[in-house]
């Protein structure tokens, strides 16, 4: 079993839709969450920390469960420049990235 | 501010041949990371540094070496490369909190 599960996708929507993305993790010591952004052929980009309030940053919330170990991502009003893959981290301590190997979202106008 | 930059950027190897990938950072990170990303798998750790002289090994460090004489420099060699080793390559560097910054990275093949 993978330490960062997340679906593939693709996720195929068109502007303005909203949309969800799950991560699930098996290490329950785990103390650091992040949603990273990747564009096509380019390097991770962070897009936010997950805290265990949850937290939002404009169209974007966060959300962490540590009983059920998930993490999610919700993204409202899609714009095309949403589109990208989006990996889920997780971190058990400093120093000690475990990375989902991504979930792909197209935005179509 | 550059941020984390590397070379080369891409790179064609023959089974056995040997090379040394260069990361630099200029944002006064104590931290440094070598990553590989394959297709349908997340990126994983091969080697680290949690300071100038120092590394340890991540998840995958067989067959890679790495050192770290300046702060600002985290090097990663391979010394006899091999197609197992075709990937997309990617530094990072943080400072004590764990959010890494990532360099464009380098595609490697090796035929």
């Known amino acids: 079993r993978k330490e960062v599960e997340q679906d593939p996708g693709p996720f195929n929507v068109p502007e303005g839709a909203t949309v969800a993305f799950n991560c699930t993790y098996s290490n329950s010591a785990s103390q650091s969450f992040f949603w990273y952004r990747q564009d096509c052929r380019k390097e991770p980009k962070l897009l936010m920390s997950v805290y265990s309030s949850g937290n939002e940053d404009g169209r974007f919330t966060a959300q962490l469960n540590r009983a059920s170990q998930y993490i999610s991502l919700l993204i409202r009003d899609s714009k095309l420049s949403d589109s990208a893959t989006y990996l889920c981290?997780?971190?058990?301590?400093?120093?000690?990235?475990?990375f989902g190997a991504g979930t792909r979202l197209t935005v179509k106008p | 501010n550059a941020g984390v930059t590397q070379t080369p950027k891409f790179r064609v190897l023959k089974t056995g041949q040997s090379m040394t990938l260069l990361c630099a950072q200029d944002?006064?990170?104590?931290?440094m990371y070598w990553y590989r990303q394959d297709p349908g798998m997340g990126l994983r750790l091969i080697h680290y540094?949690?300071?100038?002289?120092?590394?340890a090994k991540g998840e995958v460090p067989d067959g890679y070496n790495v050192s770290r004489l300046k702060k600002q420099n985290f090097l990663l060699g391979l010394e006899s490369a091999a197609p197992s080793q075709t990937s997309v390559y990617f530094c990072?560097?943080?400072?004590?909190?764990?959010?890494?910054?990532f360099g464009p990275g380098t595609r490697l093949t090796v035929t």
């Open positions: 540094s949690v300071g100038e002289g120092t590394t």
């Open positions: 990072a560097s943080s400072r004590t909190s764990p959010e890494q910054y």
């Open positions: 981290v997780v971190s058990p301590h400093n120093n000690d990235m475990r």
């Open positions: 944002m006064n990170h104590e931290y």
